[in-house]
């Protein structure tokens, strides 16, 4: 059992740069590995990024990858979504999520736990 509460999001001008953050419960933080999932106005949920449980390896959807980092600090029970140069594009309510899945980890089915989400808008 996984609880998830993301932080960081809020307003930014196109350009600018965000850093969220996804707080888990519990002590077995390295057993899942981690994605973060974004949602915008009407359009459905979609993949950004994710981290397996090592953080030894990364995956991207196309639309941010060299903008967007992902990363995770099992110490502190921590994952990561540094965001640079955001797009008004990026404006959604992003999601934490949490799978015991290695593999297929862009895909949405693979994820047990899901975090409340933390709204992003990017706008001048």
């Known amino acids: 059992q996984v609880t998830l509460v993301e932080s960081g999001g809020g307003s930014v001008r196109p350009g600018g740069s965000l850093r969220l953050s996804c707080a888990a419960s519990?002590?077995?933080?390295?057993?899942?590995?981690m994605g973060w999932f974004r949602q915008a106005p009407g359009k459905e949920r979609e993949f950004a990024a994710a981290?397996?449980?090592?953080?030894?390896?990364?995956y991207y959807n196309d639309s941010v990858k060299g903008r967007f980092t992902i990363s995770r600090d099992n110490a502190k029970n921590t994952v990561y979504l540094q965001m640079n140069s955001l797009e008004p594009e990026d404006t959604a309510v992003y999601y934490c999520?949490?799978?015991?899945?290695?593999?297929?980890?862009?895909?949405?089915?693979?994820?047990?736990?899901w975090g409340q989400g933390t709204r992003v808008t990017v706008s001048s």
């Open positions: 519990g002590r077995t933080f390295s057993s899942y590995s």
């Open positions: 981290i397996s449980r090592s953080g030894d390896s990364t």
């Open positions: 999520a949490a799978t015991r899945g290695v593999s297929w980890l862009r895909l949405q089915s693979q994820y047990t736990y």
